[in-house]
C-alpha cells in the first residue's frame, strides 16, 4: 500500500504536470526512471543506505538521470534525497502514474490463463469491459500454470473469475448452503 507520504509528493507532482501543461513529459521521465530502478536493484539499495552521505546519493542521481529528463522530474528526485525520503520513491512514482491514468480514463486489467490466449479474443474482453466501464484499457496478460482451465479477468479490485477450479469451488459452496445453482 502506498503512504500518504508517496501520495503527498506524487500530488504535487501531478499538479506541476497540469500547471506546466507537460503531464505526458512527466510521466515518460517517471516511467523511464522507475525501468531503470527495476532493471538496477543496486541503486535502490544504494539511495537507502543510511550510511551513504546524500551528497553522495545527489551526486549518483545527477550524473544518471539530469541530462535526460526534465527539470521537474530531476527536481523531484534532488527533493526527495534531500527530504530524505528515499524509501518512499518508488512508491512516490507508482502513486503519480496511478493519478496519471485516473486523469487519463485508463484502467489496468490483468487477465490470467493457463495458456496463452489469441488477441482476438483480448480484444473481445477489452472491448467489453471499456464498453461496460466507460474507461480506456490497458490489458496484461499473465500465464498462471495452477490454472487449468478457463480465465480470470481482474479489474481494480474486482475479480471475475471463469476458471474450472472457480467454477468447482462456486458448485462446492452452493452445495454446503444447500442451494440449487447455475453454471
Known amino acids: 500500500m502506498v503512504s500518504l507520504v508517496a501520495k503527498r509528493y506524487a500530488e504535487a507532482f501531478f499538479r506541476?504536470?497540469?500547471q506546466n501543461n507537460n503531464l505526458d513529459i512527466l510521466f515518460d521521465d517517471v516511467t523511464g526512471i522507475q525501468e531503470v530502478f527495476r532493471t538496477n536493484k543496486v541503486l535502490d539499495i544504494t539511495l537507502k543506505n543510511p550510511k551513504i552521505p546524500s551528497k553522495c546519493?545527489?551526486?549518483l542521481l545527477k550524473d544518471l538521470f539530469q541530462k535526460n529528463i526534465s527539470k521537474e522530474s530531476f527536481a523531484l528526485l534532488m527533493l526527495v534525497i534531500k527530504k530524505s525520503r528515499q524509501e518512499?520513491?518508488?512508491?512516490?512514482?507508482?502513486?503519480?502514474?496511478k493519478k496519471c491514468d485516473e486523469h487519463r480514463n485508463i484502467v489496468d486489467v490483468i487477465i490470467s490463463s493457463a495458456?496463452?490466449?489469441d488477441?482476438?479474443?483480448?480484444?473481445?474482453?477489452?472491448?467489453?469491459?471499456?464498453?461496460?466501464?466507460?474507461?480506456?484499457?490497458?490489458?496484461e496478460k499473465v500465464i498462471d500454470e495452477q490454472l487449468i482451465a478457463g480465465i480470470k479477468v481482474k479489474v481494480d479490485n474486482v475479480l471475475l473469475d471463469r476458471t474450472l477450479d472457480g467454477k468447482i469451488n462456486?458448485?462446492?459452496?452452493?452445495?454446503?448452503?444447500?442451494?440449487?445453482i447455475w453454471i
Open 16 to 18: 506541476v504536470g497540469l
Open 57 to 59: 546519493k545527489l551526486s
Open 88 to 97: 518512499f520513491l518508488l512508491d512516490i512514482f507508482e502513486s503519480f502514474v
Open 115 to 117: 495458456d496463452d490466449i
Open 119 to 139: 488477441d482476438e479474443y483480448i480484444n473481445t474482453i477489452k472491448e467489453n469491459i471499456e464498453k461496460n466501464i466507460n474507461k480506456s484499457v490497458r490489458i
Open 170 to 180: 462456486r458448485i462446492s459452496k452452493a452445495i454446503v448452503r444447500k442451494e440449487a
